[in-house]
């Protein structure tokens, strides 16, 4: 009997339920039975309820079964599984299935169908083709796609990549990097570890058309300190790479030179922030950094640097491999191209859906998560990560764009959504978010650091005083806000008023106020 294939994900989420114990047991079942299995450790599809999701390679595709236990593993075998058999686990050929069928994979195209660390697989899968065709132009017209296609830093900031990449490519200096975020701390986020655990080569190849781009032949991966399997992955894939002369001093026979090393952080929050990360990288204090000069111009150790997240690096070769048109017609206004959302907290179906601009978080929550896994109304949906705004039912039909966003007082962030329903207190919401940002706070400025350990004394103050008294401590939190906004050195302190504004103007009888105590609504202000 020919091997059948077995896909079991070695994702994290995959491994956090057992997916290393089913892959054993499978093997386990297979030998006793004198079966030969081809087991194979793909990324994850990014449905995470389904985890495990074991695919079987059949003629008529993938066909998937899960979530499966190690327990389940002997009853699959004796319905027959490897040919495809029924069974109460069986979710049918896995392409067919609507989550994903419905779905716009640009970046996440290869995310769980092939083995991550194969080079041959990424290759029959499209690898390399933007590197390829990158090397065969001039660096400025490779500069000119990224710019042309209207990418954006899928980190959170959304500044325009290729003007980034301009201004390094332009910039006189001895020598250049590549950086990439991979600090990805946000609440609710997963989309960078699915690709550094799912398809750590795309990274590579993004980072490495940057580097052929911009004349920097040096890069870092700052990973953080929570994603240790990630960093395992990354290492073999630069290994990997290495070897195959994608990396090194002469890439793909080019003659031009860059290559890779992976850093694990040391598990600050605020080294998300692009000056602090770079402050870590040269053995630092992780503390924010004045600007300017702008890291474009003054980055790594005082050279003009290319900082971008996973995420942007990973579109970056299918828009050199499909062309900027290609990529710039996905999305909405001056939001291009896709974005892999992430849906987390009181849901039935979490996991990553990746969608041009322009979903509403309506049909992200009906036709993606399901609605809520207990079974209540939702309430508030905290859009862009822990220091993102709560999103009321109002605004749940505003498409998901970076400008729509920032005229409602809200951002889109780095894709994060985490959902609440009708139980959740937004007083104690708003309370975490100054609490997070006291603690995580680099320091180095009054308003982040004074103000948000203020701003918890405030709002306990307003839960538990009334009348007059509890209208006055309102305001005082508006002002604190305004000065955190305003004043703060980076989006730290400066994002932290987003959470509880958004709490008090759209559920202020959670404070104990009636709406109209609340004042008027501060969306304008803060965008």
């Known amino acids: 009997m020919n091997a059948v294939t077995v896909y079991v994900p070695r994702d994290s989420a995959a491994l956090a339920v057992g997916a290393d114990e089913v892959a054993a047991a499978i093997e386990r079942e297979a030998t006793a039975g004198g079966l030969t299995v081809r087991l194979v450790r793909n990324g994850s599809r990014g449905m995470l309820w389904l985890e495990t999701l074991v695919e079987v390679q059949t003629p008529r595709g993938r066909v998937g079964y899960g979530p499966v236990a190690p327990e389940d593993v002997p009853a699959l075998f004796d319905a027959g599984w490897l040919q495809g058999g029924a069974h109460a686990l069986a979710l049918g050929?896995?392409?067919?299935?609507?989550?994903?069928?419905?779905?716009?994979?640009?970046?996440?195209?290869?995310?769980?169908?092939?083995?991550?660390?194969?080079?041959?697989?990424?290759?029959?899968?499209?690898?390399?083709?933007?590197?390829?065709?990158?090397?065969?132009?001039?660096?400025?017209?490779?500069?000119?796609?990224?710019?042309?296609?209207g990418l954006r830093g899928r980190g959170g900031a959304a500044f325009p990549a290729g003007i980034k990449w301009k201004t390094v490519a332009s910039a006189a200096a001895s020598h250049k990097y590549v950086v990439c975020n991979a600090d990805e701390g946000d609440s609710g986020t997963f989309s960078d570890r699915m690709i550094m655990e799912g398809d750590p080569f795309v990274l590579v190849e993004g980072m490495t058309i940057a580097g052929i781009s911009t004349g920097a032949t040096r890069g870092y991966i700052y990973v953080r300190s929570e994603y240790p399997f990630a960093v395992r992955m990354l290492r073999e894939a630069v290994d990997i790479a290495r070897t195959a002369g994608i990396l090194g001093p002469d890439v793909l026979d080019s003659g031009r030179a860059f290559d890779i090393e992976v850093r694990m952080a040391a598990g600050a929050y605020v080294c998300g922030e692009e000056t602090a990360m770079l402050e870590s990288l040269e053995g630092k204090r992780g503390i924010v950094r004045a600007k300017p000069p702008i890291p474009a111009l003054s980055g790594l150790f005082g050279q003009p640097t290319v900082i971008n997240n996973v995420i942007t690096f990973a579109s970056v070769p299918i828009i050199l491999a499909r062309g900027a048109a290609f990529y710039r017609d996905y999305g909405v206004g001056r939001s291009h191209g896709t974005l892999p959302i992430q849906i987390a907290g009181n849901v039935r179906r979490g996991g990553l859906v990746e969608l041009a601009f322009g979903v509403t978080l309506r049909e992200l929550l009906t036709d993606w998560a399901g609605g809520t896994a207990s079974g209540r109304p939702v309430k508030a949906v905290q859009v862009g990560g822990p220091l993102g705004a709560y999103v009321p039912e109002s605004k749940w039909d505003v498409p998901l764009d970076y400008?729509?966003?920032?005229?409602?007082?809200?951002?889109?962030?780095?894709?994060?959504?985490?959902?609440?329903?009708?139980?959740?207190?937004?007083?104690?919401?708003?309370?975490?978010?100054?609490?997070?940002?006291?603690?995580?706070?680099?320091?180095?400025?009054?308003?982040?650091?004074?103000?948000?350990?203020?701003?918890?004394?405030?709002?306990?103050?307003?839960?538990?005083?009334?009348?007059?008294?509890?209208d006055e401590q309102v305001e005082l939190l508006r002002d604190l806000c305004d000065t955190m906004l305003a004043g703060s050195l980076c989006a730290m302190g400066g994002m932290t008023p987003y959470p509880v504004l958004s709490a008090l103007d759209h559920y202020p009888e959670d404070f104990g106020l009636q709406p109209a105590a609340a004042a008027q609504a501060t969306a304008g202000a803060v965008a």
Do not use: N
Not at 113 to 136: F, I
């Open 93 to 149: 050929v896995v392409d067919e299935l609507p989550w994903l069928q419905r779905q716009q994979r640009l970046t996440f195209a290869r995310v769980g169908l092939t083995d991550p660390l194969s080079l041959a697989d990424y290759e029959a899968h499209g690898g390399l083709l933007g590197l390829r065709r990158a090397l065969a132009m001039p660096a400025t017209e490779v500069v000119q796609q990224v710019t042309d296609s």
């Open 403 to 470: 400008e729509a966003y920032a005229a409602m007082g809200a951002v889109v962030g780095h894709g994060g959504i985490v959902v609440h329903d009708d139980t959740a207190d937004l007083s104690r919401l708003a309370r975490y978010a100054m609490e997070f940002c006291a603690i995580e706070s680099c320091g180095k400025c009054t308003p982040c650091r004074i103000g948000s350990t203020r701003g918890v004394e405030v709002i306990d103050r307003i839960t538990a005083r009334a009348g007059t008294a509890k």
